[in-house]
T-cell receptor, first 110, second 111 residues
């Protein structure tokens, strides 16, 4: 069973396009994280959300707790945005474990 | 710089060899985690710790052991490496619901 589902799995966009990555989850959560992983690289946390919306530069993350859904938007995409984006939820069970989606591989073409 | 440091970054082992991966954090976080990342799968939890001296099993604990003797360090051990343990290993730490921090990963190949 997958506690966290992401879509799409792969995404190719032209530079400048508006991008949306979706995440749905099935467990009770205390927080949802959006993570970024560049090829061969480490994992960086972009956002932590428990409600509403957050914005960092060209990145916007939203969450709807009632619908158990979150979206990550990238405005005016750039080739340096090419990476794998991972949705992770922090469950409310013992140990406050994280459950991870399988990631969305984004390629932005110049 | 504050963060999570993993050592080593790369390692090749022969089947049956043992090794220890070290995760160190300097943020005084209570929670520490070891994950493995395999192609086409989300990160899977191997073991975790909610404080110094405590450890617990995650989703895929078989073949691994851990220890948290000091709050800042979380060690992952492979007693007898198997090819199925070829993976990228990530350590993470966090304090309750505060943003999680991840290490740079350890790429392990077992031949």
């Amino acid at each position: 069973k997958n506690e966290v589902e992401q879509s799409p799995q792969n995404l190719t966009a032209q530079e400048g396009e508006f991008i949306t990555i979706n995440c749905s989850y099935s467990v009770g959560i205390s927080a949802l994280h959006w993570l970024q992983q560049h090829p061969g690289g480490g994992i960086v946390s972009l956002f932590m959300l428990s409600s509403g919306k957050k914005k960092h530069g060209r990145l916007i993350a939203t969450i709807n707790i009632q619908e158990k859904h979150s979206s990550l938007h990238i405005t005016a995409s750039h080739p340096r945005d090419s990476a794998v984006y991972i949705c992770a939820v922090r469950s409310t069970n013992t140990g406050n474990q994280f459950y991870f989606g399988t990631g969305t591989s984004l390629t932005v073409i110049p | 710089n504050a963060g999570v440091t993993q050592t080593p970054k790369f390692r090749v082992l022969k089947t049956g060899q043992s090794m220890t991966l070290l995760c160190a954090q300097d943020m005084n976080h209570e929670y520490m985690y070891w994950y493995r990342q395999d192609p086409g799968m989300g990160l899977r939890l191997i073991h975790y710790s909610v404080g110094e001296g405590t450890t617990a099993k995650g989703e895929v604990p078989d073949g691994y052991n851990v220890s948290r003797l000091k709050k800042q360090n979380f060690l992952l051990g492979l007693e007898s490496a198997a090819p199925s343990q070829t993976s990228v290993y990530f350590c993470a730490s966090s304090y309750w619901t505060v943003e999680a921090f991840f290490g740079q990963g350890t790429r392990l190949t077992v031949v």
